[in-house]
């Protein structure tokens, strides 16, 4: 650590400069890289910086309009400052085209989390350029979602116990988080991560884009999902900054290399650290597995480096811990290819076969007839899933219940109740399926209804030599007690609200689970084979 010459827990396992055919598989990356289209335009990033720049002058006004109504003198108001930081992949340096800007708003102490909820957002509402703007302020990370000039924000918000913020405020400081609210704690959190995160790696340009090949592989896996109980942006993050720990002084595709090698033999559930876990000035809990037993069950967990440090993969089970052993397996033996010149990188970023890979699925059906109760109620059993995957890892005969990383929306546009309620059951007519928008165009009584499906792919165990007859898949327990933790959601109404789980055989899995082709190609591979 600190003080030893070294990033990290323990000394580098090798501070070698890399090989000359490191160098190329390097290259050959990067170029495989921008072949995937995950780099934005110039144009795009010149947009991005005006956005900043017009956000961070919009912010200071706030901080200046509230100081002054609360009474404070035009000289105070004009130095009670204002910041803007920018977290997650867009701090990273690793953002993609058209994903969002995540923004921490800090504000001196007489600026409200309330001022941010309503003279901020109507600031906001009122600014050129700003197509959308919406307000979360009772989530438990309180949040406002805008875009500007076509750029999505995310915009959380601190208020420090300070009279001022100064120009250069260093975020990093432990005492900062003295006397706060915890939604202030929480919001500061994100941006205090990503620093230590940039901090603990020995080469910043190495780490980002060794850390844009294993987003890109985690995404086209379906591995990358902190709710499904997968790994998120920040998780992947720290996996790759330790990995770069390790080898200090080697060039990305050596560094992708290794991340498979080591990830593949990690011996979790020992955790993964960017640094010794430290302990502050707040009464709050830091992970700590000899403490909680909580702690104690984390199957693979990473902890965050800034105080108070956290565990970022509490939602992984024993279900996606197989599945992501697997994925670093098949990513051990492509690197490997690919050092030897027996595979080209785009191997590493095929697609998944999660929806050709069962016999047998889950589908979970969430629905409602009207948008805004749809993106809560889809959002709550979303959150669920996960509840229902570890149920089903004890059920009898099943080997593995492997969840999707995302649901699918589908809209359908019903002609009577009778057509409404059978699609709410789950039984969805065929020309009710096949029925578009326009072909509704003008039609009286027309009902729509909006479902997210969330799907499960079941594995069975092998049958037992000598048993006959057909194996019994009972998944009523679970399923009802699904049912039952998703209606305890203080917002649900029975009336509005519907959910309903199901077995699919993968030859009825709907056509929107696959891209155009997708299906037909499959099946032909596969007769062939
Ligand atoms: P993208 O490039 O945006 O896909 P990212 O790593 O930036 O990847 P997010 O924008 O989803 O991912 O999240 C960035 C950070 O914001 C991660 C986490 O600290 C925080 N965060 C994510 N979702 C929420 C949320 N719903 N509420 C509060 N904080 C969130
Ligand atoms: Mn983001
Ligand atoms: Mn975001």
Redesign the pocket.
């Known amino acids: 650590g600190a003080g030893n010459g070294y990033l990290g827990v323990t000394p580098p396992i090798s501070t070698n400069e890399s090989s000359a055919r490191e160098k190329e598989v390097t290259g050959t990356l990067m170029e495989e890289l921008r072949r995937q289209g995950i780099f934005e335009s110039e144009e795009e990033a010149k947009r991005r910086e005006i956005v900043l720049g017009r956000l961070a002058a919009l912010v200071k006004k706030f901080v200046r309009r509230v100081s002054l109504a609360r009474g404070l003198s035009e000289a105070a108001a004009n130095a009670a400052g204002g910041k803007i930081y920018t977290?997650?992949?867009?701090r990273?340096g690793?953002?993609?085209p058209g994903?969002?800007i995540?923004t921490l708003v800090v504000a001196p102490r007489h600026v409200t989390r309330e001022d941010f909820f309503t003279t901020l957002e109507e600031m906001l509402r009122e600014m050129e350029g700003v197509t959308q703007v919406s307000g979360v302020p009772d989530?438990?990370?309180p949040?406002i979602t805008t875009e500007i000039s076509g750029i999505p924000i995310?915009l959380?918000f601190a208020q420090l116990a300070l009279p001022s913020i100064p120009e250069d405020l260093d975020l990093q400081d432990d005492n900062l988080l003295r006397n706060l609210d915890d939604k202030s704690v929480r919001s500061l959190?994100?941006s205090r991560?990503i620093n230590e995160i940039l901090r603990l790696v020995p080469n910043v340009d190495v780490f980002r884009d060794a850390l844009r090949c294993i987003k890109l592989w985690a995404q086209r896996r379906a591995i990358y999902s902190n709710v499904n109980g997968f790994l998120?942006?920040?998780a992947w993050?720290m996996l790759v900054a330790r990995v770069c720990q390790l080898y200090p002084n080697a060039v990305a595709g050596a560094i992708v290399s290794r991340f498979f090698v080591i990830m593949h033999q990690w011996a979790w559930p020992q955790p993964v650290l960017l640094k010794p876990i430290e302990d502050g000035p707040l009464q709050v809990r830091v992970w700590n597995p000899k403490v909680y037993p909580q702690d104690r069950a984390h199957r693979m967990p990473i902890i965050t480096p800034a105080y108070p440090s956290m565990c970022a993969t509490h939602n992984v089970m024993r279900s996606t811990e197989q599945v992501m052993r697997e994925e670093f397996q098949r990513g051990c033996n492509i690197v490997d290819q690919v050092m030897k010149g027996e595979a080209e990188w785009s191997a590493l970023f095929e697609k998944h076969d999660f929806f050709h890979r069962y016999r047998l699925y889950l589908q979970i059906i969430a629905s409602s007839r009207d948008q805004e109760t749809q993106s809560k109620w889809s959002g709550t059993v979303e959150s669920k899933v996960r509840q229902l995957v570890m149920r089903l890892e004890f059920v009898d005969n099943l080997k593995l219940a492997h969840p999707f990383i995302k649901g699918f929306d589908v809209t359908y546009y019903c002609l009577s109740e009778e057509e409404a309620q059978a699609v709410s059951r789950g039984e969805i007519p065929k020309d009710v399926a096949q029925r578009k928008q326009e072909d509704v165009a003008g039609k009286e009584g027309v009902i729509p209804v909006y479902t997210s499906s969330y799907f499960i792919g079941l594995s069975m165990k092998p049958r037992e030599a000598g048993s006959t007859g057909t194996r019994q898949l009972d998944i009523s327990y679970p399923t009802t007690e699904f049912y039952k933790m998703v209606k305890m959601w203080d917002k649900y109404d029975a009336s509005s609200m519907h959910i309903v789980v199901q077995h699919i055989r993968h030859t009825l899995l709907p056509d929107y689970v696959f891209e155009p082709g997708e299906r037909e190609a499959v099946a032909r591979s596969k007769k062939r084979s």
């Open positions: 977290f997650g992949s867009y990273l690793v953002h993609g994903t969002d995540d989530a438990y990370v949040i995310d959380l959190n994100g991560v998120g942006g920040v993050a």
